[in-house]
């Protein structure tokens, strides 16, 4: 059977994994063990010599690498990282799973794309893990990994409200009792078994707990681990001194990363078609559809707040940080295109802010609360600032179609030439944006 630490690295087997493995200084160096379980792997690509991972140090980055070709890369190619779903790599995986997190603690934000990154695929890494483990095996396994992860001895639905807003999950999905969420066999037998008379309590338990949803929450329950043990590594950090070894990976880690990412995401707007794509860059006010043009220069009292707020607010910040977005089918927030949140702050708000302040009467005069709807309204949360640690509280919303603005808007909506054929204000700026450039190139 596998062992517990494949599937939970932060278990007390996992523990005791990281306790005996010795001098830091070694994940650099060359790993025949690794190799050779790599190498063997069944299904494993081996034509490539690069593909495979020849210390602890290469196994970290392969594994960030699988997170982002695997969310990333519509040619993404399993048997490139086949040795992550190895059960006899489970010694070298604890390690670096570690490693990684305390990397990833001392250089990024909690909230940042990056550490998002690795928890996400620490939950997908999970689940096909588990896929692979015959069935038998399985369930053993996956009620060994629930006793350990329970919390007092219990899993409260609430701990779940995040993967059931993903709707993975349904709490209709969910046998709940008394605020506890029952999963494993012997707790149902003991708390429902005399409700059945007519039926046997065992198959009972088949039927209303299903192995897939046993699988999505201990995937997510490891998932909520590993966020705050990122988070405590994060506090620890300020009093402790790092090791070198780490201090490096990290460093390495904050440009691999984008790095790896840039290959798959270019933030191009459109489809290639006609008028062929625009890059995301800085705004063109002279591109601006009419009805932009005319919220920045200022509302009259009526239409300021979903001018300002739901407009602009989304119009800016996907024109200027991701300006393909209907034209792809990825979910993406600010940080994606934005890491430290710097054009957010120093270019798009301030655009937000002054096309406020030109309304009649300038709207936070009166309305100073829209300030936080506009954070809003980029994925921050309710809150006076943009703050990375905020972020996803919200949703960053899309900007409003041109049957919308009719509607809602009518004083805004005058087309002209521009708007001619388009939908939405976003598209109309993306067509002008890439005839003006292209108008210069001549």
């Known amino acids: 059977m596998a062992e517990v630490s494949y599937i939970n690295p932060l278990s007390n087997e996992g523990r005791q994994i990281i306790r005996a493995y010795g001098d830091l200084d070694q994940i650099f160096e060359e790993d025949e063990a690794l190799i050779d379980i790599c190498t063997h792997t069944t299904n494993q690509r081996i034509s490539d010599d690069s593909l495979i991972p020849k210390s602890y140090y290469d196994l970290a980055f392969k594994r960030m690498q699988w997170a982002i070709e695997k969310k990333n890369n519509k040619n993404f190619t399993q048997s490139e990282f086949e040795y992550l779903t190895n059960e006899d790599l489970f010694t070298q995986d604890v390690v670096t799973f570690h490693i990684l997190c305390q990397a990833i603690a001392i250089q990024f934000n909690l909230g940042s794309r990056e550490t998002r990154l690795f928890i996400e695929s620490q939950g997908t ?4 893990r588990l896929a692979k483990i015959p069935p038998m095996s399985r369930a053993d396994i996956i009620d060994e990994v629930l006793d350990e992860v329970k919390i007092d001895g219990s899993i409260n639905w609430k701990s779940l409200s995040e993967v059931v807003a993903t709707k993975k999950l349904k709490l209709t999905d969910l ?16 708390r429902f078994a005399d409700e059945f008379t007519d039926r046997s309590p065992d198959r009972m338990y088949n039927i209303l707990i299903g192995d897939s949803v046993k699988e999505q929450i201990l995937s997510r329950l490891i998932m909520q681990k590993t966020e705050k043990y990122i988070a405590r590594i994060k506090e620890m950090s300020a009093r402790i001194e790092i090791h070198p070894a780490i201090i490096k990976i990290a460093e390495n880690l904050k440009d691999f990363i984008p790095e790896e990412i840039s290959k798959y995401n270019q933030y191009y707007a459109g489809s290639g078609g006609i008028y062929g794509s625009v890059q995301a860059g800085k705004l063109n006010p002279d591109a601006f559809p ?12 009526g239409g300021r707040n979903d001018a300002i707020v739901l407009l602009l607010t989304s119009f800016a910040s996907y024109a200027r940080l991701y300006p393909r977005i209907f034209a792809s089918d990825e979910t993406v927030k600010v940080s994606d295109m934005d890491p430290d949140l710097s054009i957010t702050e120093n270019e798009i708000l301030p655009l937000i802010f002054d096309a406020a302040d030109n309304c009649s009467p300038p709207l936070f005069d ?5 300030k936080i709807n506009i ?4 994925g921050f ?3 006076e600032t943009v703050d990375i640690n905020h972020e996803g509280e919200t949703k960053w919303y ?7 603005i009719k509607i809602h808007l009518p004083n805004l909506c005058h087309p002209d030439k521009s708007c001619k054929g388009i939908n939405n204000p976003l598209s109309c700026y993306g067509r002008k944006k890439y005839q003006l450039d292209q108008e210069a190139k001549d």
């Open 381 to 383: 949360g309710m809150h």
């Open 125 to 128: 890494l999970i689940l096909e």
């Open 375 to 378: 954070i809003s309204k980029l």
């Open 398 to 404: 899309t900007p409003m179609s041109c049957e919308k």
């Open 175 to 190: 046998l709940i009792d008394e605020g506890n969420i029952i999963l494993q066999q012997d707790d149902f037998l003991e």
């Open 366 to 370: 009166d309305q100073p609360q829209e």
């Open 290 to 301: 009419p009805c932009i043009k005319t919220t920045v220069e200022g509302v009259s009292s």
